[in-house]
């Protein structure tokens, strides 16, 4: 199951067209590629790295197998979402699943949409988010803390889960996400079964006009003084032009629509690239004729982790792992080549996987 990014943001924002486009870039891969429309709103879509690009111009393969991240399309929101208003159940539902958000926001004039709440404000737009998404998570925290504190005088345990989900009560008080409060390996434990929405990972598109896709604009530079403390990335683009270039079939039309606009690749691939590092992955690729293909880990994994990602009996009986470097086995041109110079390394259960390794597994059956 490829991990997944769930797009959302307030009515007229660009959302819908973001996803678009996100839809159209899958279905321009299909011929070479597999694509799968899961539900009307989820699309899979890979994503670009050149590196598997190269492998398989080194190695001819029979098929070229990319990595790839759900992208869904949220239900929208409105105020009073964490009480059910409009379509909230069914969008704190859906963001409830996803591994990040990628959220919208903003930051065009254009007096043909209208925007319910007054001036174009993104700083606002985010906070409108924010809240429903905080006043959840309290909801949640709430119930928890009512059943520990009735059990943490006896137990110890229990009397240090509550401190955490405390802690995270008093910051979410404070109009604070629990992203933002760094909480350390012994804590996390306390709060893992809520699947709080403020402590997934977020990525923000400032949907900007066409004369600030390459600059931003005033609207993008309040956004990234809002987020400057979330550890999060802000990516600037124009979903429309976004949506324009996910439209054509051709890959010459769209490198000349590209060149017209100053571009050396749609922002697009950007946006799937920062999302795919924002859960901390990496990637290690298999590389034979039959095929070359990229296969997704979190960083830190060992070499037996990696290998049961491709099938479970790999890592149970994981032997030993043949490893070589990208730039390794881009310089010398081929598995032979990199053998012969010493540059294939046998790794064993403690190796942990590089982003870029080639690699191939023995293991018994």
């Known amino acids: 199951m490829a991990l997944q990014a769930g797009i959302v943001g307030l009515p007229n924002v660009g959302k819908s067209t973001l996803f678009n486009a996100v839809s159209n870039s899958a279905k321009a891969q299909a011929s070479n ?8 709103n989820v699309g899979l879509v890979d994503v670009p790295d050149e590196r598997i690009n190269k492998l398989a111009e080194l190695v001819i393969p029979n098929r070229t197998v990319p990595t790839q991240i759900e992208i869904v399309d949220i239900a929208g929101l409105v105020k009073g979402a964490s009480k059910g208003e409009g379509l909230g159940n069914k969008f704190l539902g859906n963001i409830r699943e996803v591994d990040a ?69 008093q910051h979410l008080e404070q109009g604070k996400n629990i992203r933002e409060l760094s909480l350390d390996k012994t804590e996390l434990p306390a709060i893992a079964d809520l699947f709080l929405l403020t402590a997934k990972p977020v990525l923000y598109v400032a949907n900007v006009d066409e004369a600030s896709m390459h600059t931003g604009n005033k609207y993008s530079e309040q956004l990234k003084e809002a987020v400057k403390n979330e550890n999060a990335q802000v990516i600037i683009m124009n979903n429309n032009i976004e949506a324009q270039i996910a439209e054509m079939d051709n890959a010459e039309d769209q490198h000349m ?10 922002a697009l691939n950007r946006l799937i690239r920062s999302a795919y590092r924002l859960l901390n992955l990496y990637t290690y690729f298999t590389a034979g004729v039959q095929e070359v293909r990229a296969w997704t880990i979190h ?46 390394r046998i790794e064993g259960k403690e190796y942990i996987v590089k982003d870029g390794d080639i690699m191939h597994f023995r293991f018994n059956v």
Request: charged content about 35%; proline content about 4%; aromatic content about 8%.
């Open 299 to 344: 960083e830190g994994w060992k070499a037996p982790q990696a290998a049961g990602v491709i099938h479970t009996d790999f890592e149970k009986g994981f032997i030993k792992a043949e490893v070589i470097s990208y730039d390794d086995f881009v310089k010398y041109g081929s598995e032979a080549a990199c053998r012969e110079v010493g540059k294939l």
């Open 101 to 169: 958000i990628v959220h919208v926001i903003r930051c065009f004039e254009d007096e043909n949409i209208l925007r319910d709440e007054g001036a174009i404000n993104p700083v606002s737009d985010k906070e409108i988010i924010d809240t429903e998404l905080q006043l959840k998570d309290l909801e949640s925290l709430e119930k928890k803390i009512s059943r520990a504190e009735k059990l943490a005088k006896n137990d110890p345990k229990i009397k240090a889960e509550l401190d955490v989900l405390l802690k995270c009560k």
């Open 257 to 266: 629509f590209m060149e017209e606009y100053g571009m050396k690749e749609p």
């Open 33 to 40: 590629y597999r694509f799968c429309t899961i539900e009307p």
